[in-house]
């Protein structure tokens, strides 16, 4: 393994103090918190953020985008209600910590990442981790058709609209997390969609976020 990808016991003791940090911001789900404890966060970021890596906060991995919160992708995780075996759908992979944390629960992970280059560099990192999952360039609004139906989809980016094509690759019962656009508050209103049958949808919000843009069209930064 290389040196970039040592986890050592202080990277470990940081891990578990950032999971003690989280429980007391309301993240009770102990599946979650396993992963997290789990996955190494310090080597989706760049060198010079790895002393910073176990700080519940954001952080830019290039191509305009960035790694999510600690908080984020726990409160995202555990809204989505993820059971050993389920097919999830993950739009964004971004750096793939949110894909690892999701693989470590015993999820079968789809992710889509929209950036030509952020989804080589990301998939040479996951290639050389131990949590399997299929990643795939392409765009996020049109999902993986060929793979649905999904127990669970989440979207790891802001969205202007609720993607009817990803609903449609939805199971019945299953749950849909998005961060989806809000005007007033210039961020994202976190929103749990449950799929009660083809035309009927629960919808739940769950606070504000701030979540970089989700983007139709694929490029080549």
Known sequence: ??????????HKGLRQQLVDQLRTK????????AALNEVPRHIFLDS???ELAYQDQAFPIGSGQTIS?????AFQTQLLQVEKGMKVLEIGTGSGYQACVLAAM?????????QRNLFFKTKEILEQLPFRMKVFLGDGFEGLPMYA???RIIITAGAPRLPETLIQQLKTGGIMVIPMDNAE???????????LGDDTLKKEAFGDFKFVPMLKEIGND
Do not use: W
């Open 1 to 10: 393994m290389n040196t970039s990808l040592e986890d050592n016991y202080r």
């Open 26 to 33: 309301g993240i009770t789900d102990e599946a979650v918190l």
């Open 48 to 50: 010079s953020f790895v």
């Open 69 to 73: 919160q600690p908080h984020t992708v």
């Open 106 to 114: 015993g999820a079968k992970v789809f992710s889509i990442e929209r």
């Open 149 to 151: 139906p999904f127990d």
């Open 185 to 195: 508050s210039e961020g994202q209103t976190m929103l749990k969609i449950t799929k």
